[in-house]
C-alpha cells in the first residue's frame, strides 16, 4: 500500500530558530513529490522535486529529496511567525499516465515571537 | 486572476438528502481532483480528472460521483450523504505533463447530520 509519512505531527520554536521537517515514502513507480504549506485555508505550493540530490530554494525554505532512502526534507530557516501552517508533503506515485497523489498527515508548526 | 472555485463554501445537509459541490477552474488545466480532508488523516484524494470524459477513482472515492464534461468544471455529487462524509473539501487543478503543481480552491466544509 503507498503510504507518505511525516515527521514530526507538530513542532513549537521560536523567531528565528531553524527547522526541518521530514517526510518519508513508500510508493510504487515514484514521479515526484510536493511540498504545500496550508494555513487557515487552502494548501498553496511550495516546492516539487523530481530528482535526487538535488536542492530547491525559495528565500528561507529548501527541500531536498533522497531517492534511494526515499524521503525528503523541508528546511525553514530564520523561522518567522508567519510560517506558522501545516506542511503537507505529498507523492506522485503510479504508472505514467496516472496522476493519483498520497498526502501526508502534514506537520503542524508554530513559531513564536 | 487564476484560481479554483468551489460551491458552495459551507454546507449543512441532512443524511440521504443528495447534494453537489461545484468547481470551476479557469486556468486551462487538464487534470482536476477532489480530496477530503479530515484530523489526524491529512488529505485523501478521492477521485480525478486527466481530461474531458476521462475520470479514476482515488484513495476514498465510495459514496461520491463525479462527471468531467466541460474542461473547466469538475463538480462532485453526493447521492445519498451519510454523517462520516461531514468533511472538508478542496478541489485542486494542474496542467497534465511536466509540473505537477496543483492549484487549490478555497474548500467547502460539508456537515452532515
Known amino acids: 500500500e503507498d503510504k507518505v509519512v511525516q515527521s514530526p505531527l507538530s513542532l513549537v520554536v521560536h523567531e528565528g530558530d531553524t527547522v526541518t521537517l521530514n517526510c518519508s515514502y513508500e510508493v510504487t513507480n515514484f514521479r515526484s513529490l510536493l511540498w504545500y504549506k496550508q494555513e487557515k485555508k487552502a494548501p498553496t505550493f511550495l516546492f516539487m522535486l523530481?530528482?535526487?540530490?538535488i536542492e530547491k530554494k525559495s528565500g528561507r525554505l529548501s527541500s531536498i529529496l533522497d531517492k534511494k532512502e526515499l524521503f525528503s526534507i523541508l528546511n525553514i530557516t530564520a523561522t518567522q511567525t508567519g510560517d506558522s501552517a501545516i506542511y503537507l508533503c505529498a507523492v506522485a506515485p503510479g504508472d505514467s499516465g496516472t496522476y493519483k497523489y498520497i498526502f501526508g498527515t502534514g506537520t503542524r508548526l508554530k513559531v513564536l515571537a | 486572476e487564476a484560481q479554483v472555485t468551489q460551491n458552495p463554501r459551507y454546507l449543512i445537509t441532512v443524511t440521504g438528502k443528495k447534494l453537489t459541490v461545484t468547481c470551476s477552474q479557469n486556468?486551462?488545466?487538464?487534470?482536476m481532483s477532489w480530496y477530503r480532508q479530515d484530523p489526524g488523516l491529512g488529505l485523501r484524494q478521492i477521485y480525478y480528472?486527466?481530461?474531458?470524459?476521462?475520470?479514476d477513482k482515488g484513495d476514498v472515492p465510495e459514496g461520491y460521483k463525479v462527471s468531467r464534461k466541460e474542461k473547466r468544471n469538475f463538480p462532485l455529487i453526493l447521492e445519498s450523504p451519510s454523517p462520516n462524509q461531514t468533511s472538508l473539501y478542496f478541489c485542486?487543478?494542474?496542467?497534465?505533463?511536466?509540473?505537477?503543481?496543483?492549484?487549490f480552491g478555497p474548500g467547502t466544509r460539508l456537515t452532515v447530520t
Open positions: 485542486a487543478s494542474s496542467f497534465a505533463g511536466g509540473s505537477r503543481e496543483q492549484y
Open positions: 480528472s486527466m481530461n474531458v470524459e476521462v475520470t
Open positions: 486556468m486551462n488545466h487538464e487534470y
Open positions: 523530481t530528482s535526487s540530490g
